[in-house]
């Protein structure tokens, strides 16, 4: 069975740092691997997916990169502002299972002025 | 991206009632939806997959007869809690995938409170 786990729980970093947010799981045969973003009471914002095949996305200020023969991941947000302050959650295919997610724990992250 | 529809944003209920949770696909056709929930300051978790045209597929511990799923078109799926019981009050979330790009685009959730 699937477990993915995020370190650290919750962060809070002062206004322009750059952060890292890392994801592990327990089984590296994964189709792909995606960060999504959730404010506070709401639904999810898709941020990256990376494919199996891929080491890393980019996206603006974000990159994600992966490695599966660790079952690591980490997503990088590069001169972080308060509009970033949300939880973080990275989510994995079930083992066996292209679509069906399992979800890591969330990073809370505070972005403070 | 493309837009889910999740409808209620929020719910109040007394005990014992039922209540209905929609989620629809507004730009494209989604044969598969996924329905979440959320415990506060929890990770989301897989309830159940939605199915055009047949039986939803319930992951192990989830009541089938307590969440009833029904997904009667191409861009609409329900979930409805029955006899709602205060234990049942979460944030639910829906997803419904885009099968040629392997992606999932989700609602804004549904609050439940069952008082």
């Known amino acids: 069975k699937q477990e993915v786990t995020q370190i650290p729980a919750a962060l809070s970093v002062p206004e322009g740092e750059n952060l890292v947010l890392n994801c592990s799981f327990t089984?590296?045969?994964?189709?792909?691997l995606q960060w999504f973003r959730q404010d506070p009471g709401k639904g999810l914002t898709s941020l990256l997916l990376?494919?199996?095949?891929?080491r890393e996305q980019t996206s603006g200020r974000l990159n994600a990169s992966l490695d599966k023969s660790s079952g690591r991941s980490t997503l990088y947000i590069a001169a972080s502002q308060p509009g970033d302050s949300a939880t973080y959650l990275c989510a994995v295919p079930h083992t066996g299972t292209a679509s069906k997610l399992t979800f890591g724990t969330g990073t809370r992250l505070q972005v403070t002025l | 991206g493309a837009v889910v529809s999740q409808h209620p944003s929020r719910v109040i209920c007394k005990s014992g009632t039922s209540v209905k949770i929609e989620c629809r696909s507004l730009?494209?056709?989604?044969?598969?939806m996924f329905w979440y929930r959320q415990f506060p300051k929890q990770s989301l978790m897989l309830m159940a997959t939605s199915n055009e045209g047949s039986k939803a597929t319930y992951e192990q511990g989830v009541e089938k007869d307590k969440f009833l799923i029904n997904h009667a078109s191409l861009t609409l799926s329900t979930l409805t809690v029955t006899s709602a019981h205060p234990e049942d009050s979460s944030f639910y979330i829906c997803s419904a995938l885009w099968v040629a790009k392997n992606i999932q685009y989700f609602g804004a959730g549904t609050r439940l409170s069952v008082l």
């Open positions: 990376i494919q199996s095949s891929q």
């Open positions: 089984d590296s045969a994964i189709y792909n």
């Open positions: 730009d494209f056709q989604a044969t598969t």
